[in-house]
């Protein structure tokens, strides 16, 4: 069992920035992802990584704002978000595959789930 904990939600004005963290326990070469849910809407996308940081995919509505990254010495998995807008309005959960290396952009594609981390944006 992988155990993943996310950090770094909260309060941003329109146009700022955060950067969200998951740690992963124990350590693993597991594939890593990040979606997100908003009120009322479908889990989504956000973002993937394998597991030397070599290749990442991104949800269609990123364009270019975001950033995932990992750092394997720490077990940590990091998604930079940059000129959030109202949109971005949601509950962000970081998630691992499984034995597979290949990047997976659906829920079904990931074995472990943290439990989320708020991301309000907000005037």
């Known amino acids: 069992q992988v155990q993943l904990m996310e950090s770094g939600g909260g309060l941003v004005q329109p146009g700022g920035s955060l950067t969200l963290s998951c740690v992963a326990t124990?350590?693993?070469?597991?594939?890593m992802g990040w979606f997100r849910q908003a009120p009322s809407k479908k889990r989504e996308f956000v973002a993937a990584?394998?597991?030397?940081?070599?290749?990442?995919n991104y949800g269609d509505f990123v364009n270019g704002r975001f950033i995932i990254s990992r750092d394997n010495a720490k077990d940590t998995v990091y998604l930079q978000m940059n000129n959030l807008g109202l949109e971005d309005t949601a509950i962000y959960y970081c998630?691992?595959?499984?034995?597979?290396?290949?990047?997976?952009?659906?829920?079904?594609?990931?074995?472990?789930w943290g439990q989320g981390t708020e991301v309000t944006v907000s005037s």
């Open positions: 990584i394998n597991w030397d940081g070599g290749i990442r």
């Open positions: 124990p350590s693993s070469s597991n594939v």
């Open positions: 998630a691992a595959r499984g034995r597979a290396t290949i990047i997976g952009r659906r829920q079904a594609d990931y074995s472990y």
